[in-house]
T-cell receptor, first 114, second 112 residues
Framework: NAGVTQTPKFRILKIGQSMTLQCTQDMNHNYMYWYRQDPGMGLKLIYYSVGAGITDKGEVPNGYNVSRSTTEDFPLRLELAAPSQTSVYFC?????????????FGDGTRLSIL | AQSVTQLDSQVPVFEEAPVELRCNYSSSVSVYLFWYVQYPNQGLQLLLKYLSGSTLVKGINGFEAEFNKSQTSFHLRKPSVHISDTAEYFCAVHPGNTPLVFGKGTRLSVIA
């Protein structure tokens, strides 16, 4: 199993450009998440989804959009890139059964906005 | 709101010495606690979890953690560290119906 796959691994954007960070999982997990990681700040939740067609805002959603048309895919969209969005982005997924389930993470996308 | 405090941002330790990484949480509901490890340029991997039952939880790579409800703590320990344990460690609380809340991380540096 590939687990959670994120593409691209690295990207440099200019201010004002847009891009989509791709995330796909092959574990048939209902729940998917997007985090950003900044040095010394831990992980901040951007958006999450509990199933296809359902998305919710996390702690830091401004400047981002998501969609969940299938169980497998959960893309993250940056419409107008800003320097404050320079970060490492992680996608994760978990089984949505009874009780808390551990999250499985991708290897991240390192994004620089110049 | 639930929160997690990792009391040390960096912990240097000599190889084969013991280590403790501290984590305190706040929650008004039943909690489920996790420790994750992040090796350089990788995503997070689950080390161990506490859901219920025995307060001493054993995880991978020789790590263990103890849930202490009265002190609202979930400290991570290893009796003898290796160079390969150099990584960032994250404590996280699962409040129930909402996603995980992560601490800011502790960078463990093992010195030869």
């Amino acid at each position: 199993n590939a687990g959670v796959t994120q593409t691209p691994k690295f990207r440099i954007l200019k201010i004002g450009q847009s891009m989509t960070l791709q995330c796909t999982q092959d574990m048939n997990h209902n729940y998917m998440y997007w985090y950003r990681q900044d040095p010394g700040m831990g992980l901040k939740l951007i958006y999450y989804s509990v199933g296809a067609g359902i998305t919710d805002k996390g702690e830091v959603p401004n400047g981002y959009n998501v969609s969940r048309s299938t169980t497998e895919d959960f893309p993250l969209r940056l419409e107008l890139a800003a320097p404050s969005q320079t970060s490492v982005y992680f996608c994760a997924s978990s089984y949505g059964g009874q009780g808390p389930q551990p999250q499985h993470f991708g290897d991240g996308t390192r994004l620089s906005i110049l | 709101a639930q929160s997690v405090t990792q009391l040390d941002s960096q912990v240097p330790v000599f190889e084969e010495a013991p280590v403790e990484l501290r984590c305190n949480y706040s929650s008004s509901v039943s909690v489920y606690l996790f420790w994750y490890v992040q090796y350089p340029n990788q995503g997070l991997q689950l080390l161990l979890k506490y859901l219920s039952g025995s307060t001493l939880v054993k995880g991978i790579n020789g790590f263990e953690a103890e849930f202490n409800k009265s002190q609202t703590s979930f400290h991570l320990r290893k009796p003898s560290v290796h160079i390969s344990d150099t990584a960032e460690y994250f404590c996280a609380v699962h409040p129930g119906n909402t996603p995980l809340v992560f601490g800011k991380g502790t960078r463990l540096s093992v010195i030869a």
